[in-house]
């Protein structure tokens, strides 16, 4: 009798009890749904294209964002005083920005956004689980909720701090317009970016740096106009390295002529040092194992530089914001952190450390001896494995020393103390907080051990002659990745310091991370989208068809 009974409706007096417990699940759920990350998964997002783009189709969306992208850049603001807006060449080149236009903003809210959080996650503030679909959900729409509150606050930041300055007389309503119309760029900036990564190719913030990065090495180089826009004339050449170059010689100054192909011979460099540092790789072997047999093996690639361009996005990011915080209350008078010149350039301070000295002797040491220093110690590095410190140490010595009896070749003057001073400083900040951000970047993103061992283990992949145990692979591949992120961090980190220092084409950063992300375009299309390529570009890419 009791099995009928057990399975009868339930009885009136048993309702009130199970009742109650759906309507608490439903209020935990309610509560849930008000934290910063729901609400930033509620903001409007682009859709995910429903079928696989050709790469026809991403190529045109891609250069549909971009061309937007160049015109928004030439719209200047409503109410902005444009002959009042301060210059901030470097922010701009990084952030892919050109101030007192509607992008002012850049990729700023985005970068900063995601080094605050990555900050929080990586020192246990908040205690997310990335590596779980849930966290990564937090993550990525707590991000974009905090890009868009920093839109705002960055728009209200530089207009009021008079970075980008209403027309005198405007009034409240006109500073509120440039702030909305700054913080909406900043906004149109997102949503820009989530197009680029869902249909086209790559990311739009990456695409934004290399825009902005490529555009400005074109007009250093070919800008026939002298550097206030005007006709070039005999005592104030053009401000583009060709047409100078012609006009020093034709001037009859050899010595000068030859100094101002310093920072195209620095840019050029670290082209070719940042491609051969790209295909630096360490091959670990695994094999595919299935549950019924083992199925050949294949190579995993390690590259050298792991962490990709990450840590000197983010480096360059603070380094920028605090810059133009810095000079922001030096232009209002507090000027205990640093002062600068009419044109823009630091006199003392703080503000005096942030940024790479710039001056001929400088040029000629960094660029001999960074060239030498870099080369040889790549070129141990990838044939030895052994030593590779030593050999740096060594090979920067030998550099430096060439680059200072240049000097008296070049009849230059001596390095004051001040710059060895800020070259210290300066570089010591690239490589070390290229080295924390680039931790914190392998822990939030994915990338740790763990991670990777549990990733190989779900894709059937394990080392020849082991057990297919996460356990093991963890264990090998602790050897490596740890390593790997310290020393590719650090490696891009002076390299892009070193390239500022010689004063290269579109700042040492801008550069550094246009070459990696031309590459990595290059991969990703040569990759997914090889066999839709025409046969001549097939074989000028080196892809197999």
């Known amino acids: 009798m009791e ?9 009136e007096p048993s309702q009130p009890i199970l009742q109650p417990q759906p309507k608490t699940e439903e209020k935990e759920k309610t509560k849930f749904k008000f934290d910063l990350a729901s609400i930033g998964a509620k903001l409007p997002s682009v859709k995910k294209p429903e079928l696989k783009l050709t790469f026809r189709e991403k190529l045109v969306w891609t250069g549909a964002i971009l061309v937007l992208f160049f015109v928004l850049g030439s719209i200047n603001a409503w109410g902005v005083d444009a002959n009042a807006v301060a210059r901030f060449e470097f922010l701009e080149i990084i952030f892919g920005s050109k101030f007192g236009s509607i992008i002012t903003l ?8 995601s080094i605050i959080l990555q900050l929080l996650v990586g020192a246990k503030i908040l205690k997310w689980d990335t590596k779980t679909p849930e966290g990564k959900a937090k993550f990525m729409g707590t991000q974009k909720l905090m890009a868009v509150a920093f839109s705002f606050f960055e728009a209200a930041a530089y207009v009021l701090a008079g970075a980008v300055p209403p027309v005198a007389g405007g009034g409240p309503f006109v500073t509120a317009a440039v702030i909305l119309q700054l913080a909406a760029g900043g906004i149109l900036i997102i949503f820009m970016d989530e197009v680029v990564s869902k249909w086209g190719i790559g990311s739009g913030v990456s ?11 074109i007009v250093r180089v070919f800008n026939p ?12 050449p053009s401000s583009g390295l060709i ?25 050029v460099a670290v082209f070719v040092i940042v491609l051969f540092a790209q295909a630096m790789k360490i091959e670990i072997p695994m094999a595919i194992t299935m549950p019924y047999g083992r199925f050949g093996s294949r190579r995993w690639p390690l590259r050298f530089i792991y962490t990709s361009n990450i840590p000197v996005i983010l480096v360059a990011a603070v380094l920028a914001n605090v810059q133009v915080l810095v000079r922001t209350m030096a232009g209002k008078g ?10 823009g350039n630091p006199l003392g301070g703080l503000a005096l450390f942030l940024q790479a000295p710039s001056s001929v002797s400088l040029m000629v040491i960094s660029l001999i001896g960074g060239i030498i220093a870099l080369g040889v110690g790549l070129l141990v590095a990838a044939k030895l494995k052994k030593w590779v410190f030593r050999s740096i140490i060594i090979s920067a010595v030998v550099g430096l020393v060439i680059g200072s009896l240049l000097l008296g070749v070049f009849g230059l003057p001596a390095v004051s ?25 392998v822990q939030t993103s994915g990338m740790d051990v763990h991670t990777v061992a549990e990733q190989f ?17 963890e264990a090998v591949l602790q050897r490596y990745i740890p390593s790997v992120t310290v020393l590719g961090s650090a490696f891009v980190g002076f390299l892009a310091g070193f390239a500022d220092l010689t004063n290269a084409i579109g700042s040492g950063t801008g550069i550094l991370l246009t070459v990696m992300i031309v590459y990595q375009l290059y991969e990703q299309i040569s990759q997914q989208h090889g066999s839709e390529l025409p046969p001549w570009l097939q074989k000028w890419m080196g892809v197999s068809s």
Not at 207 to 217: D, E, H, Q, R, Y
């Open 3 to 11: 099995g009928p009974e057990a399975q009868a409706p339930p009885s």
């Open 106 to 113: 850049g990729i700023g809210p985005i970068v900063t956004a």
């Open 207 to 217: 695409l934004f740096i290399a825009a902005g990065v490529s555009k400005t090495i």
């Open 225 to 236: 106009l002298t550097a206030a826009g005007t006709l070039p004339t005999f005592e104030e």
């Open 243 to 267: 047409p100078g170059l012609l006009a020093y010689l034709t001037m009859g100054q050899p010595l000068q002529a030859f100094i101002s192909l310093f920072p195209l011979l620095a840019t």
């Open 334 to 343: 507090i000027t205990w952190l640093g002062t600068y010149d009419q044109q």
């Open 417 to 441: 103390e001040i710059d060895i001073a800020r070259v210290i400083v300066y570089m010591g900040i690239m490589v070390f907080g290229s080295v924390i951000f680039g931790i914190f970047w």
């Open 457 to 473: 283990k779900s894709s059937f992949l394990s080392l020849p002659g082991f057990r297919r145990d996460p356990r093991i692979i």
